[in-house]
T-cell receptor, first 112, second 116 residues
Framework: SQQGEEDPQALSIQEGENATMNCSYK?????LQWYRQNSGRGLVHLIL?????REKHSGRLRVTLDTSKKSSSLLITASRAADTASYFC????????????FGKGTTLSVSS | GAVVSQHPSWVICKSGTSVKIECRSL??????MFWYRQFPKQSLMLMAT?????????EQGVEKDKFLINHASLTLSTLTVTSAHPEDSSFYIC????????????FGPGTRLTVT
């Protein structure tokens, strides 16, 4: 099962530009997480935002969460070629026996 | 954070054979582990929830007789792909919740399965 759509599906930008990705979900959550995945590799955890938080920052990353709209956004500022990857949001009900559910992902391509 | 390992990291097998993938929680006990499958250019899809000492719970559309899951101990879950076919070629990722760390979920590095 998947939570919902990520928007856009693909994004191409130049180095130095900002990249914004959006994620929508369907169910109640305890937290929402963003992951990065380089082609053919494992997941890298980027940031976690709890349901009672509205915004969180980590380095060049800024995440917002709107639980009334069941949506989140990930902003990467001053992008670099090394940011080229797929980005996934994942929702967590944080209950025993329940798994993280992933969105469909956004493929980001940053050209130098 | 906690560490989850997978073995092997990649495997190539012939059509019709079976392949076993191991998932271990290295520094915590995991009563529940999860198996995901990821096809090229797609997202992670939850296949099944593995419960220590009991039967796994499979997501709709996942064949339980084809994907055998055994969670025999608190640190090890195995996924066996039986009678593998080329369409089973995928990236398989396991994860586990660490109840000692407020139920946070940690992911293994994944196993690339190619069936020829």
């Amino acid at each position: 099962s998947q939570q919902g759509e990520e928007d856009p599906q693909a994004l191409s930008i130049q180095e130095g530009e900002n990249a914004t990705m959006n994620c929508s979900y369907k169910t109640s959550i305890n937290n929402l997480q963003w992951y990065r995945q380089n082609s053919g590799r494992g997941l890298v955890h980027l940031i976690l935002i709890r349901s009672n938080e509205r915004e969180k920052h980590s380095g060049r990353l800024r995440v917002t969460l709107d639980t009334s709209k069941k949506s989140s956004s990930l902003l990467i500022t001053a992008s670099r070629a090394a940011d080229t990857a797929s980005y996934f949001c994942a929702t967590d009900a944080l209950q025993a026996g329940t798994a993280l559910i992933f969105g469909k992902g956004t493929t980001l391509s940053v050209s130098s | 954070g906690a560490v989850v390992s997978q073995h092997p990291s990649w495997v190539i097998c012939k059509s019709g054979t079976s392949v076993k993938i191991e998932c271990r929680s290295l520094d915590f006990q995991a009563t529940t582990m999860f198996w995901y499958r990821q096809f090229p250019k797609q997202s992670l899809m939850l296949m099944a929830t593995s419960n220590e000492g009991s039967k796994a719970t499979y997501e709709q559309g996942v064949e339980k007789d084809k994907f055998l899951i055994n969670h025999a101990s608190l640190t090890l879950s195995t996924l066996t792909v039986t009678s593998a076919h080329p369409e089973d070629s995928s990236f398989y990722i396991c994860s586990a919740r660490d109840y000692g760390r407020l139920y946070e979920q940690y992911f293994g590095p994944g196993t690339r399965l190619t069936v020829t």
